[in-house]
């Protein structure tokens, strides 16, 4: 009977974020007329205007989200007192975070600053108060789900290719998850404020496994490679492998939209303006600019996926395996050594396909 695990956050302690966010920064700034357009849709709201980034991490991107809000509220409501919440989990870089945001390419060097706060927590609770958002943003963060899962799968650490009971199991899971992201958010919500969920998604794809194509299924499919070949040799514990599973589900427009339709309660507290999952354009391969150079294309993917995947990986497999409070940072190191040199050999054959979900809700009234 596949398991779960409540206790492990799944992104706590990302690294070298800035320096390996760049589909992260090209995503905010191709959002600024999103984000300039619902900015002025919520200008006329008779309160403050509040702008949330929920999961805003320590990078750019924060920066670069934030800033056409701003920009448009100053411009057209001048006389406003605006105010910024930056919202994250404890172990968000919130130094950097903070220098950015007052540094030279921040958005506090300008006539009538923001005032600026963090909320330090998990978005699966309470961040804000009561209606005090006028428009909340999440980029690449709600795909990650409350806590990393224990399944009885042995063939893969990646819910796309789950099946059967595990990943029953699992959906149950990240729609529930998805469901109370949306309450909580409602109750955050300004009536009339909006809420911009933009993050990794799926398509549907016939012939391939659940029939759903899911981005980044070559970066797991590495990883996946790289753990079976560590398992074999006895240097990760099999049993510890055949559980671990990433703590995520990039969701479908159909998966979406569920919680709408099955009478959670949600299509009482927002209209929904977009539920929507497009491809990116040219297919979402960051590093093609380094295709030609094998060594130079898989370093940039091992420091990629580190970024995001390291802590995971840490809390789900390493530390299990080499036990509590031992050093795990050898066999992180050899995971992401072997990682690397998968890519070097057969580069494009794991290229990153991305596939993102956006998601516009107005608060309903009342
Ligand atoms: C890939 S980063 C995205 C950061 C930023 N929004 C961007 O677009 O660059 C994901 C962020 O989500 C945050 N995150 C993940 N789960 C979270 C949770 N349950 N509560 C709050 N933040 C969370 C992580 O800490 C991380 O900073």
Same mark, same amino acid.
């Given at each position: 009977?596949?398991?779960?695990?409540?206790?492990?956050?799944?992104?706590?302690?990302?690294?070298?974020? &800035?320096?390996?966010?760049?589909?992260?920064?090209?995503?905010?700034?191709?959002?600024?007329?999103?984000?300039?357009?619902?900015?002025?849709?919520?200008?006329?709201?008779?309160?403050?205007?509040?702008?949330?980034?929920?999961?805003?991490?320590?990078?750019?991107?924060?920066?670069?989200?934030?800033?056409?809000?701003?920009?448009?509220?100053?411009?057209?409501?001048?006389?406003?007192?605006?105010?910024?919440?930056?919202?994250?989990? $404890?172990?968000?870089?919130?130094?950097?975070?903070?220098?950015?945001?007052?540094?030279?390419?921040?958005?506090?060097?300008?006539?009538?600053?923001?005032? /600026?706060?963090?909320?330090?927590?998990?978005?699966?609770?309470?961040? /804000?108060?009561?209606?005090?958002?006028?428009?909340?943003?999440?980029?690449?963060?709600?795909?990650?789900?409350?806590?990393?899962?224990?399944?009885?799968? $042995?063939?893969?650490?990646?819910?796309?290719?789950?099946?059967?009971?595990?990943?029953?199991?699992?959906?149950?899971?990240?729609?529930?998850?998805?469901?109370?992201? !949306?309450?909580?958010?409602?109750?955050?919500?300004? $009536?009339?404020?909006?809420?911009?969920?933009?993050?990794?998604?799926?398509? $549907?794809?016939?012939?391939?496994?659940?029939?759903?194509?899911?981005?980044?299924?070559?970066?797991?499919?590495?990883?996946?490679? /790289?753990?079976?070949?560590?398992?074999?040799?006895? !240097?990760?514990?099999?049993?510890?492998?055949?559980?671990?599973?990433?703590?995520?589900?990039?969701?479908?427009?159909?998966?979406?939209?569920?919680?709408?339709?099955?009478?959670?309660?949600?299509?009482?507290? @927002?209209? /929904?303006?977009?539920? &929507?999952?497009?491809?990116?354009?040219?297919?979402?391969?960051?590093?093609?600019?380094?295709?030609?150079?094998?060594?130079?294309?898989?370093?940039? @993917?091992?420091?990629?996926?580190?970024?995001?995947?390291?802590?995971?990986?840490?809390?789900?497999?390493?530390?299990? %395996?080499?036990?509590?409070?031992?050093?795990?940072?050898?066999?992180?190191?050899?995971?992401?050594?072997?990682?690397?040199?998968?890519?070097?050999?057969? %580069?494009?054959?794991?290229?990153?396909?991305?596939?993102?979900?956006?998601?516009?809700?107005?608060?309903?009234?009342?």
């Amino acid at each position: 009977m596949p398991e779960n695990d409540e206790t492990t956050p799944s992104t706590e302690g990302m690294v070298d974020y &800035d320096a390996n966010s760049l589909a992260q920064k090209e995503h905010a700034l191709g959002n600024s007329a999103v984000i300039a357009d619902l900015a002025r849709r919520v200008a006329d709201l008779p309160f403050d205007l509040n702008f949330t980034d929920y999961g805003c991490g320590p990078g750019q991107s924060a920066i670069e989200t934030v800033r056409p809000a701003l920009d448009t509220w100053s411009t057209l409501k001048p006389q406003k007192s605006v105010s910024v919440c930056h919202a994250d989990q $404890p172990g968000n870089d919130w130094n950097t975070l903070m220098g950015l945001a007052t540094g030279k390419n921040g958005y506090l060097n300008r006539a009538h600053p923001p005032l /600026v706060s963090a909320a330090v927590g998990s978005f699966y609770e309470r961040l /804000v108060p009561d209606s005090s958002v006028s428009l909340g943003t999440c980029f690449f963060a709600s795909h990650w789900l409350r806590s990393t899962a224990h399944l009885n799968a $042995p063939n893969t650490l990646w819910f796309a290719d789950l099946t059967g009971d595990a990943r029953h199991v699992m959906w149950q899971k990240a729609k529930d998850d998805w469901t109370r992201f !949306l309450h909580l958010r409602a109750e955050e919500l300004h $009536p009339g404020g909006f809420l911009f969920v933009s993050t990794i998604g799926a398509v $549907p794809e016939a012939g391939e496994i659940n029939d759903t194509a899911a981005s980044g299924r070559g970066i797991y499919r590495a990883m996946q490679a /790289v753990t079976v070949s560590m398992a074999e040799e006895g !240097l990760l514990d099999r049993s510890v492998a055949d559980k671990f599973v990433f703590g995520l589900w990039f969701l479908t427009a159909s998966e979406a939209r569920e919680p709408f339709e099955d009478g959670s309660g949600l299509a009482d507290l @927002y209209d /929904v303006d977009t539920i &929507d999952v497009v491809g990116v354009e040219g297919g979402g391969d960051v590093f093609s600019s380094h295709v030609d150079s094998p060594a130079e294309y898989a370093k940039e @993917y091992a420091g990629y996926t580190k970024a995001f995947a390291a802590s995971s990986l840490r809390t789900g497999l390493f530390e299990p %395996t080499l036990g509590e409070g031992k050093d795990t940072t050898w066999l992180e190191d050899e995971f992401f050594r072997r990682f690397e040199e998968l890519y070097r050999e057969k %580069t494009t054959a794991y290229a990153l396909e991305q596939w993102h979900l956006k998601v516009i809700l107005r608060r309903k009234p009342g």
